[in-house]
């Protein structure tokens, strides 16, 4: 059979893989943010325990891999009665990846605002929570953008690591094919091809976007 | 005798172990013009800085208008809104527009009405000469021009006290002049309570009723400003004076 | 029960075998750091200069590589290469080389910004003595691009560490490959033996990648603090 | 989809096999052979806790590599990349527990079988799985390229599947009961549940009686014929009786006899 | 005659679509101190850094010691050789120290022995003060101290102009009469030929044998020195000359 055919004969399943993948980064990404935007706050406003237990998170989260974490939620965990299903695991652990990557987004944003504009609000008589409200956080938060922009493409990518618990997304999809028709060319192709639509535009857009907020933030 | 608006009693400062002012007393009336002169790192911004809390200090008061401030953030918070600062960095804020600018404090801080608060910006700016540029964003400004406005958004809280830090210092030698003829105009016009640190000593001997010159963080000498700059009594002031034009 | 599970580790070789694991894990990550670091560095040199086409076609690569997720690179150089480019390297000479030019393409991203960002000044002041491109680059931009850059490049090596987890796809015998042995073969005696041996790979990525992390931020820290006094 | 598997003619994948591969003279001259071989896989191929590589399988492997006078070197491999190891040239010869089906026979070439399998479905005796209808809309966990989810995939499409990439994966998973059931080769499947006295393999056999054997690259003669030749001579030997007592049957329950599993 | 060092020819520059230098001519002899003046935005960095090849230019020609530039980097980097430059910001390397920062054009680009060009550095850093900082980085060294380590290292390659763009314009006002006299005593006693663009007035009417006045990228005036501080030709000189000292 030919090249070709083999594509699209497994197109509909690589369709599913695809808006599997695209539904995980989607749902993963959107979490991560509130999580890494939660423990930025935290940080920032340094409230007693629970700033802290989020500096940990942070650093447990950071410096160990997804693939590990995953094992951990989809295989150990349920050993102590505490089971999610694949996809569940699988957003619960990108969130948890990525709300760390996130967290530093932010706060990379919030130190990048400079100490005159914050001494200059305090200047004016404007309270902590005024500062962060006017001063601190509309600019920290277009400073964190080329961090987050990047993040993003990461995480989406980080998707292909779920494979290992067996969810149908793209790379699980391409793997499968290939173990049980062994055409690994064209599932591979098809896998490459797959990425490229999603991240290929994206990163054009994040880029483009970068640009124009940056072009807005400086300048002073 | 008009009333004592800040005093300063027995200020110590140190940078951890570094001690950077010493037991600084001096007293400012209203309508007084003080400009703080002295070499450089002789502590002259960290002294207007602690006069409203910036900086901590660690030993000694500020008294402002009769009344000693217990430095808490919050306590100095209030009193931030009745003394205005100007720093050398044009720190507008770059997310809002020129008149959001001005209005950030007397609305958010002082929650004056935002009409009322707006027609006090606009006679200010005009003043500036900068009425038509309410609202454009500081980016599109020159640096004299966001002078201007930064001046005007301290001088929107009614302020008992301005305080200037080098606010020529950062600007292209032709702007200068604008800048400075606003502060002349509120020292003389408007009878502001001001101190002023400046390089510009033909400004400073112009504007100044009284000068403090600081070396290595104590007051060497405070002296009436036309006597100051004819014949100060400290050699090191001659010195100063002589190192500071060519 | 949780207590008896973590004896697991300390049955026959177990531990002996993961440290074993850890340690191919280690040697791989390492020459392909050292190998795509030094590439990385050529790279990112490269894509300061005026050519064109060099850029574009330096600008593409560094796309790919940003693009296709590790996993996916893994398994294109491991069945693709040997089959198309008759091209056949064991399992962990692919990972290396997978990981070295992934480390190459990041790295270059790296050093490019870094270089951008010394202060115009600093390359103009070097032009003005009649410093050659190459001079410059050597005595005034690299330098001080390296310090620049620290921070990023340490992040990278923890990520690259952290990414090899995926080497078991391509049946390397990494620490988690040597895991998931251990796991079957004590399967029966201990059942909560998957948490303990998962847990302690956790635990030896986290102790491997913390202390970098940590530096690179303290180094952060430190320049930031220069930058605003 | 479905059809195409066993439909397939795979001639890129054929054409691209002439190249790349090791002849008897060059493993003898390397003086090593590459065996593809699974680390997870007990009894028949796994790593024990003192590290050594053991099981049915390995015993075989080391035979052939003893045979030839050659030393043996492993390649652990996962279930769905065996016959890229081989087209890829990462190794000479697979003995993973490797079925002879009408698909792989198209992209790699097998010896004579050593083993006898069928496809079993295994499932926790509170829940037993006794029929292929009661999975209908439930999740059933397989291996990657094995023959059980080559079976349900194109036989049983209505089906579930869960599909890993390791044996250790599919295991914990069912453990886990993130599916109604497991399919994988009935052997051990019968190995499996020995240790594990809460599951049961509700059914026996699904699917066509299926064949184990060693695979060569496509087109290594050389190979091929040598492997034929020493699988005879170890049958004839009966050595696959030994390696079946010493390594299979401490796993296997009544259930399973000699006959089930080894050919004559 | 003393002969011609520079001269420029009907030199034009754009920034892509931007006309910022017209029909620039003009022309130096040895020995000769030329002070560049004009508002800010004139052209006036634009028009040195033309001269060392660090701008290009689209029009005219860069003659130096009688010999057409063409306008290559391989030629300008001969050309830099023997043309410093000083820059505003201190631009030392903050990667070397004081001392390799100024060996590292005699020494990498001159190819002069490191023992002679450190005796002859040496003595350069001895003429500024400096003599005790070579083995120290930039970073441990105040402003003036910085500034005149890169006028040192600018000295150092024997250079037969030099280039000063605003260089006291970073500096705190007391360092920058130290700065100002190592450039005057490079002017009186050193006979070096240099162009100096400068914001102080007095300085400038001090050191300069002639004064090039630019606005908007045209050569407004070419005046000697002394009547162009008196009386200059031009009104916009007057107003400019004006708006400088308060
Ligand atoms: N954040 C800080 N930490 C430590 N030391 C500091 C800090 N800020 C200032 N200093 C030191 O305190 C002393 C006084 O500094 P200050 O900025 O008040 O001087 P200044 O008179 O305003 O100088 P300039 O004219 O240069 O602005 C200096 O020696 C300075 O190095
Ligand atoms: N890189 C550039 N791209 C585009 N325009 C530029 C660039 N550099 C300078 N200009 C413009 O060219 C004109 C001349 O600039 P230049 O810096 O030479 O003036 P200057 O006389 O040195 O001013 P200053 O006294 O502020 O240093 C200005 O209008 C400036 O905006
Ligand atoms: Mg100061
Ligand atoms: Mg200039």
Redesign the interface.
Known sequence: MGSWQIIQQSLPLFEKGFVLTLWLSFVGIIGSIIVGLICSLLKYFQVPVLGRLAAIYV??S????????L??LY???P??GFKLNAEMCGIVGLIFLGGSYMSEGFNGGF?GV??TQVETGKAIGLSRLQLARYVVFPQGFTLSVPALAANI?FLI?????F??IAIPEL?NT??DL?GMYYR??EY?FM??IG??II??PL?IILTILEKRVRYGTFGN | MAKEVIKVANLEKYYQKRHVLHEINFSIHEGEVVTLLGPSGSGKSTLIRCLNGLEPYQKGDVIFNGEKVVPTEKNWQQIRQKIGMVFQSYDLFPNLTVLENILLGPVKVQHQSREEAKVNAERLLAQVGLQDYENVYPRQLSGGQKQRIAIVRALALKPELMLFDEVTASLDPEMVRGVLNIISNLAQDSNMTMIVVTHEMNFAQQIADRVLFLEDGHILEQTKGDQFFKQPQTDRAKAFLESMDF | M?HSGINVLF????L??LF?GLWTTIEIAAVALILGLILGVILGVLRTFQNRLLRVILRLYL?FF???????LL??F???????M?L?L??NEVATLVFALWTAAEMSDIVRGALISV?Q??R??????????W?LYR??LI??AV?LELPATINLV?RVI?????L????V?DV???G?????????KY??G??WV??I??VM??AI??PL?WWAKRMDKKR?ERA?G | LSGCGSSSKSSSSAS?TN??QSTMQQIKKRGTIRIAVF????PYG??????QRVGYDLTLARQIAKDLKVKPKF????AN?RV??L????VDLVLANFTVTPERKQVVDFASPYMKVSVGVVSPKTKPITKASQLQGKNLIVTKGTTAENYFTSKQPNVKLLKF?????Q??AL?NNRGAALADDNSYLYAWVK??PKYTVGIKSIGPKQYIAPAVKKGNKSLLNYTNKEIKTLTDKGFFKKDYNSQLKPYFGKEVTPQDIIIK
């Open positions: 650093e447990i950071r410096n160990t891999p997804l693939l590990v974490q094992f951990f295989y150990a965990f050993v102590f130190d400079s100490k493409i990518k980080e998707t292909s690591i494979t290992v790379t391409a793997l290939i690994s060319n591979l896998l490459v990425y490229a991240l290929i990163s | 949780a049955e026959g070789r177990n002996i075998r074993g796309e940003r693009i296709i997720p590790t996993v996916v398994f294109l491991y069945y693709i290469l040997p089959k198309q008759g056949n064991l399992a202060p000044h600093q103009e002041s070097g032009m003005a003595i009649g410093l050659s491109r001079q005595y005034v330098p001080q310090s923890t952290k990414t090899t987890s995926l078991m796809l391509i049946s015998m988690i490959n040597v998931q042995q251990v796991v079957e073969a004590n399967n029966q059942p909560t998957v948490f998962y847990g790979i956790f990525y986290f990648d913390y992390s930031l605003n | 691209s190249k790349g680390g997870d896989l007990p796994w790593v024990n806790k003192q590290g390649v652990q491999v996962n990349n890229d190891a087209n890829s040239n990462k990439d390791s044996k250790t994966q295991f914990n453990k240790n594990q």
